[in-house]
């Protein structure tokens, strides 16, 4: 072996990652007769750097991804960026910045270091859902669940910061010595009651199936009119304890169903070993 015998990921990573831009290499549809696969880890949350819990959820991913190209597969493995909430706004005014703009700033970061670890996303698919012209839809969807009265506003209990000034999850509520407090600034935590909004799914209850009951005709009418436990807090408010359960170095998240679906969930490292506390009022998604 004539070359320098040294690995230099510099040089031999950046080649080959631009090639395999070049080629699309990652796109989905390239093996149009081949089985589909779908990879999904949850989108990362750019309200600062990457860190290596983003590298340990994303390369598990990637694994499976990778693995089942080499299996034939035709693999979808997307990628885009989750960024509306209280952490970016959190770290915009840290900054002294507007959160569009240190956002912005973020993604582009976090973009490029995923590219430099060389994941094997279809970048042609990302999605940024802090880009109006992709909420323009969610709003758009939310408009029409209102109107049909499948979206309604009630007053629900929730985990209020006294510090923060904010709804916070559960997953956030530290309890030491009997007392409940923020995990990100140590503040009481209190329980507030506020209006927030909530979906009537259980209308749907009768039409979705169940293992052991047959599907019913789409003509069925919904049965039930009950409110449903599943919940949206109200809006702003909502966005710290909705996206408080999403970030990729801790939180778990719904995700669309998939046959091959990575989707980690580890645990916050600032929150191991410490009580959480047992039962909120704060919904988890
Ligand atoms: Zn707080």
Redesign the pocket.
Known sequence: MSMNERYEPQSIESRWQKRWAEARTFAAGRRPEAEKRYVLEMFPYPSGAMHMGHARVYTIGDVLARFLRMRGHDVLHPIGFDALGLPAENAAMKDGKHPAERTRENTISFREEMKSLGYSFDWDREIVTSDPEYYRWNQWFFVKMLEKGIVYRRQGKANW????L?V?ANEQVLESDGEQR?E????P?VEKVIPEWAFRITAYAEALPSPGRPRRSRSSRPASTRSTAARMSSSRRSTPSSRASRDPSGRPRSAPSSSACARPTPRSARGRGRRRRASSPVPRR
């Open positions: 910061c006294t510090g923060c904010t916070i923020c990100r600034c140590g503040s935590v």
